[in-house]
């Protein structure tokens, strides 16, 4: 592996170790195991939404280091934010898919039909988002000064 895939990737990993991150691990960890979802099955709902800032959080600050060690080229804050998203709807798209692979093979029941799939992912989306507008907002407030 070259230097700066190495680098890149410990850049990565100490971006996973960070304890929002692993706040929100252990949250879904902990949810799943007290099967929360059954009693609660709205708790779905924020835990997307959260997921999708932590996921964001992470795809952004790993674009940004890509960028540092020459993985890919300088982005301006559009493109960058372009990037991170396509990242997160990219992820979101192929958790719902191992959902669905997960029912029909598996015989699990993560997926509560076409418009639970759907609303998860707009979700998903609304997190992202979310996470990319505050982080702009901050970013031009802190050239202002």
Do not use: K, N
Not at 26 to 36: K, M, N
């Amino acid at each position: 592996m070259p230097g700066s895939c190495r680098r890149w990737v410990v850049a990565l990993l100490r971006e996973l170790v960070r304890p929002l991150v692993l706040a929100y691990l252990l949250l879904a960890a902990g949810v799943d195991a007290v099967r929360a979802y059954s009693y609660w099955p709205a708790l779905d709902i924020p835990m997307h939404y959260v997921g999708a800032l932590v996921l964001t959080y992470v795809v952004h600050r790993g674009v940004g280091h890509a960028m540092r060690y020459e993985l890919l080229p300088p982005l301006g804050r559009g493109a960058r934010a372009i990037a991170v998203f396509s990242l997160v709807c990219t992820a979101s798209l192929f958790w719902e898919l191992g959902e669905f692979l997960s029912d029909r093979y598996l015989g699990t029941r993560a997926q509560g039909g076409l418009d639970d799939t759907m609303f998860d992912m707009l979700i998903d989306v609304l997190g992202s988002v979310s996470f990319l507008i505050v982080w702009s907002f901050v970013r031009s407030v802190r050239r202002r000064r």
